[in-house]
């Protein structure tokens, strides 16, 4: 019966404290519902850790088949010479299903041209691109094959590079 009383109170004054320092730091009366709203979707979350989750359920690296064709549709999509050697696929998703999403990375670089008709050489890096894929793909033989009219970029994000350009 104690225990359950300190729970009680602890959660009383967790919930006051919580309330109050909301109140101090954006200088506005908080919504109390949406506070303890919160809570209790982080506690269910954290209770329910094992399903569906991605720590649990790791990504399997996958052999891309048709590397190259793949490597082509990116190069269209970017507009970046592809580095197929950098090309990598992974699922979470079980390939025991006929078609199942793959997350495609790879390396991308772009040529910088400077010069004109000056006397002047100017030597540039070229730019370093990350890019992240989504496609479809299915497995055949025991191989993937990923389907390149699905693809979809998620995001470009350049590594390494000249950010100044004259």
Same mark, same amino acid.
């Given at each position: 019966m104690k225990f359950i009383l300190f729970l009680i109170f602890f959660a009383v004054f967790f919930e006051a404290g919580l309330i109050s320092s909301y109140t101090i730091v954006t200088s506005q009366s908080p919504d109390v519902g949406k506070l303890i709203g919160m809570q209790i979707e982080e506690i269910t979350s954290f209770l329910s850790f094992g399903s569906?989750?991605?720590?649990?359920?790791?990504?399997? %690296?996958?052999?891309?088949? %048709?590397?190259?064709?793949?490597?082509?549709?990116?190069? %269209?999509?970017? +507009?970046?010479d592809i580095n *197929?050697?950098?090309?990598?696929?992974?699922?979470?998703?079980?390939?025991?299903?006929?078609?199942?999403?793959? %997350?495609?990375t790879?390396? +991308?670089?772009?040529?910088?041209?400077?010069?004109?008709?000056?006397?002047?050489? *100017?030597?540039?890096?070229?730019?370093t691109y990350s890019i992240t894929a989504s496609a479809n793909a299915s497995l055949s033989n025991g191989e993937v094959?990923?389907?390149?009219?699905?693809?979809?970029?998620?995001s470009s994000s350049i590594l390494y590079g000249n950010t100044t350009s004259s």
């Open positions: 569906g989750s991605k720590i649990l359920n790791p990504q399997t %690296n996958l052999n891309i088949t %048709n590397y190259q064709d793949v490597a082509s549709k990116l190069n %269209n999509k970017t +507009g970046l *197929v050697q950098t090309l990598a696929a992974q699922t979470t998703a079980s390939t025991k299903q006929t078609v199942f999403p793959v %997350n495609i790879a390396m +991308g670089y772009q040529n910088l041209i400077s010069g004109g008709n000056s006397s002047v050489i *100017v030597i540039t890096a070229n730019q094959i990923i389907d390149v009219d699905s693809i979809k970029i998620t």
